[in-house]
């Protein structure tokens, strides 16, 4: 079935980088963009930018210029998002979620920054 | 980027009352509108998607209208299990964007 798996948590010091994978299965990984959402405790949702699946590249907001990487690996049908410079208010659920947004979201990976 | 407006921020309803939750673009964004519904510790659930079109398994109490700027999230007859938090989205721009979230909560 369709669906978008995440890696499992992390906990990560302030500094550090943090790198969320999405695996993509049962439909075509690069037939639609990639977006990565972030949900701080107790927030709304934030959209942190896309990957275009097929060519690699990118569109990310402007507060995450320099901090965010996203790429890609389409032999395994995963998008990544990493997170660098992290700090406190990093602290949040971050989601994948495909263009075709009839498709369900990744189930989420939380990221924990504390020293 | 286009700046999504949704009210109220939150609403206090009883069982089986009809809701209206609004959402403003910054621009037109034409129908490119969706909705999700979010519960704690899970990932938002498309509801609505094109402004109007009801996803696939979503009841039919959920409905969508509006085009160019403004919109409408109504739920026909309240549900316990609809009590949460609901979002619009703008799919217009590739740099989609959120509303603030409505929370939803038993009188």
């Known amino acids: 079935q369709v669906q978008l798996v995440q890696s499992g948590a992390e906990v990560k010091k302030p500094g550090a980088s943090v790198k969320v994978s999405c695996k993509a299965s049962g439909y075509t990984f690069t037939g639609y963009y990639m977006h990565w959402v972030r949900q701080a405790p107790g927030q709304g949702l934030e959209w942190m930018g896309w990957?275009?699946?097929?060519?690699?590249?990118?569109n990310y907001a402007q507060k995450f210029q320099g901090r965010v990487t996203m790429t890609r690996d389409t032999s395994i049908s995963t998008a990544y998002m990493e997170l660098s410079r992290l700090r406190s208010d990093d602290t949040a659920v971050y989601y994948c979620?495909?263009?075709?947004?009839?498709?369900?979201w990744g189930q989420g990976t939380l990221v924990t920054v504390s020293s | 980027d286009i700046q999504m407006t949704q009210s109220p921020s939150s609403l206090s309803a009883s069982v089986g009352d009809r809701v209206t939750i609004t959402c403003r673009a910054s621009q037109s964004i034409s129908s490119y509108l969706n909705w999700y519904q979010q519960k704690p510790g899970k990932a938002p659930k498309l509801l609505i998607y094109?402004?109007?079109s009801l996803q696939s398994g979503v009841p039919s109490r959920f409905s969508g209208s509006g085009s160019g700027t403004d919109f409408t999230l109504t739920i026909s007859s309240l549900q316990p299990e609809d009590f949460a938090t609901y979002y619009c989205?703008?799919?217009?721009?590739?740099?989609?964007?959120f509303g603030q979230g409505t929370r939803l909560e038993i009188k």
């Open positions: 990957i275009n699946p097929n060519s690699g590249g990118t």
């Open positions: 094109a402004a109007s």
């Open positions: 989205q703008q799919s217009y721009s590739t740099r989609i964007t």
């Open positions: 979620a495909s263009e075709k947004w009839e498709l369900p």
